[in-house]
């Protein structure tokens, strides 16, 4: 059998080197099934389906240049694949176990030697079967994993058929870091829309630039460009200072919730004129402030801020594995009581992002970064850190529940890594018609993020109830209906 090696690129090398003892640079996910799925009937769904991806039969191998792909030489499903038994404590219960058990998995590496994913198959867990799956940031970004994920359900579509790259496309993974090593025009930033459409629409023009750079361009043009790049991001103001910013050590602890539905979230966005996402980020601020006055601290006027990812690929290539987003720094008004006030706040936020070159920038940056030694490499991610308090993620998922192997997948939940320093991550997914929360936290900067996560609903019933309060006319109702 011929074995490919194929050249890791820029970007995927930065989130494979940007592993610390104290930040894995792991996506963690959970499903729960039910009925319970057997441990042979996962294997061969996963043989069948997962494995048409040829990434989760490689290996990662490091050499002066960066890194490459590897096909592994002994690959066995059966190392991936496992079952795992649950042990809680006297008097915890099973689910409690299992949030116990993520949170220990977030900080368990996985083994270099082997293709970087795993997972793992939970029984009885509230009568369900839950199925635990790690896969190194390397490998792939949230938009392409959620299109992976439909792709190994029931009746889910494989991937495209791989085909030769043509000489043109060669360099297709690191298209956008050539095109920032050249002036950035208005007519570049203009392209670009804080949207996933606009972005994607963006991103696609400039694939294909008119004269694409060589590959070899002197890295003092390079360096030149990264550190322009970087001064904009070091002329940021630091966070507000809190009990949740500060160094993290290895211990994580894990929390969700999804008793928040879809439809309840959209009445209230389009009375107040808002989104989805004003609505959610709105409460995820009061929920992160509420949890500081609990402990005693006083958020008044404080804003930390987050860093939050932002799709740069076209979404009819989710399929493609590897890593296309930027990222925005968003700023949360934690000290603001009012859920309206900071609800339009937050959406004034958002609405000073749209337009924005800053993803582009973000990409580069790691693009660049992707090249440098690992010291180096830390400290221009360190940067990140400096200027967030929080790693925050949204994702749209599928709105009918899926099916795997017969049973039904009854919850969704994942949670995203945190970079350099930084001790929290925020991960939102739509499924079914609820909203998923899912928090993960450094165990000694924020030991209970349970009671983060359960602040959001009584956050939204304030924001609804409000709606509620409103002066509402024939027009405005009609407008809702």
Known sequence: MTVLHERMSRVDTAWLR??????????????????????????????????????????????????????????????????????????QSRMEALKEHVAALTAEPLDPRMPLWQIQLIQDVDGRSAMVSRIHHCIADGIALISVMLSITDGGLPPPKRRKKDPEEEHELDWLVDSLLKPVTNLTVQAVKLTSKGVAKGMDALMLPEHPMDGTMHMAKMGFQAMSDITAFAMMPNDSPTRLKGKPAIAKRVAWNDDLTLDRVKVVGKALSGSVNDVLLSCVAGAIGDYLRHKGDDPTGKEIRAMVPVNLRPMDKAYQLGNRFGLVPLVLPIGIDNPAERMYAVRARMHELKGSFQPIMAFGLLSVAGLLIKPVQHAMLGLFAKKATAVMTNVPGPQVPLKFCGSTVDKVMFWVPQSGDIGMGVSILTYAGKVQFGLITDAGLCPDPQAIVDRLGPEFDKLETLTLMLPWGEDQLNALA
């Open 18 to 91: 940007m592993d610390t003892p104290e930040n894995l640079m792991m996506i963690v996910g959970v499903w729960l099934l039910s009925p319970r799925i057997e441990l042979e009937a996962l294997r061969e769904r996963v043989s069948e389906r997962l494995l048409q991806y040829r990434r989760f039969k490689q290996c990662v191998v490091e050499d002066p240049m960066g890194a490459q792909w590897v096909d592994a030489r002994d690959f066995d499903l059966a190392d991936h694949v496992v079952a795992v038994e649950l042990e809680p404590r006297k008097g």
